[in-house]
């Protein structure tokens, strides 16, 4: 049923899952109802034991332009008999739907309903997604509040966003900031290294504390030099692509003729290889950086620590216990001396 509703006999619905309106596009709506009023209707659904007779249940910005554009009533579809989760339900698809949400409001919603029951798998289907997107969705929860914050500016894509969220919380910020400060020259080797990140946290072999042992040295010494020397016979085709990437196609039409199927056949080989090489470089690279940067975090973690533990306080020296004094006798007594006698006249 559709009826024209006084704007202030509708009240917003305190459990809608978009928390967040852009100002700039809400000024825009604004503009847009003041020239052409509200085209699509708002939908309520009546309650009882409130202050006013309306719940909101789809339209919150059009509710909220209109408000601001002096609109002294909105057109409504009433629905009645409807619960409080299927008026959250249809709310929530409304605004995935028109992609009004951020990723992360996304995410808390999807949230809401697994806490009702509802699988990835169910979720997916009521909202036209994916169970991997719902998956990634709610995998993004786990991040903590200031990389979440960066998120939602659009400071840190969602992909991006969901390889941080698997790590630690301390690790997740060091990887955020990393990205933000510029640190990466695509977001995809920063995925590598919050991917090195988490098996660094996974595999505590990737990080020792003690340094390999001198046949390890070796070992990887002669590895090292080994790969070194295939690399550099690879860097050797550069030349050679150059020199033939300077004719024109033209010219090699007619330098090659009939070879030139299977040079294409070839060349698209070689492309495959090194799509693949190169991932696997990327990925490597990741690895090598996120162990080297959880052992210097590692490492300042202990010398700040030592730093902060007081010194034991030294005993003070106790003082010399006095010598034992001997024994003396005591001193004999004089003998009294005898008066003198009387001096005779």
């Known amino acids: 049923m ?11 619905n305190p459990e809608q899952p978009r928390k967040f309106f852009d100002e700039a596009k809400h000024e825009e709506l604004v503009a847009s109802i003041k020239q052409v009023g509200v085209l699509q209707p708002v939908a309520v659904r009546p309650v009882e ?5 309306y719940l909101l249940i789809m339209g919150e910005r059009r509710w909220r ?7 002294a009533d909105i057109p409504a579809r009433v629905i009645e008999d409807m619960n409080d989760i299927e008026a959250y339900i249809l709310s929530i698809t409304e605004n995935v739907v028109r992609a009004d949400m951020t990723i992360l409001e996304e995410a808390g919603a999807y949230a809401d309903l697994a806490a009702l029951g509802w699988d990835a798998a169910k979720i997916g289907a009521q909202f036209g997604k994916t169970e991997t997107h719902i998956k990634w969705r709610l995998g993004l929860l786990t991040l903590r509040p200031e990389v979440a914050a960066m998120v939602e500016k659009g400071e840190i894509k969602p992909n991006l966003a969901w390889h941080i969220a698997q790590l630690s919380p301390q690790h997740q910020i060091i990887a955020a900031n990393r990205y933000v400060r ?5 977001e995809i080797e920063a995925a590598n290294f919050a991917q090195g990140l988490k098996m660094a946290e996974q595999q505590t072999s990737l990080i020792t504390e003690e340094g390999p042992s001198l046949d390890e040295q070796d070992k990887r010494k002669k590895e090292k030099a080994k790969a070194a020397d295939k690399l550099s016979k690879v860097e050797a085709i550069m030349p050679l692509l150059d020199e033939l990437t300077k004719h024109k196609p033209e010219e090699l039409a007619k330098i090659l003729g009939g070879d030139l199927a299977r040079y294409v056949r070839e060349i698209d080989k070689l492309a495959n290889r090194v ?4 991932r696997v470089l990327r990925q490597a690279n990741g690895i090598h950086e996120a162990a080297v940067t959880v052992a210097q975090t590692n490492a300042a973690k202990k010398t700040a620590a030592s730093a902060a533990k007081p010194e034991p306080a030294k005993a003070e020296p106790k003082p010399a216990a006095p010598r034992a004094r001997k024994a003396t006798a005591a001193p004999k007594p004089k003998p009294e001396a005898k008066a003198a006698e009387p001096a005779k006249a």
């Open 2 to 12: 559709f009826k024209q509703i006084e704007i202030d006999q509708i009240m917003a």
């Open 49 to 53: 034991g409130k202050d006013v007779p």
């Open 65 to 71: 332009a209109a408000k601001d554009a002096g609109l």
């Open 182 to 186: 510029g640190d990466f020259d695509s």
């Open 275 to 278: 799509t693949m090489a190169r």
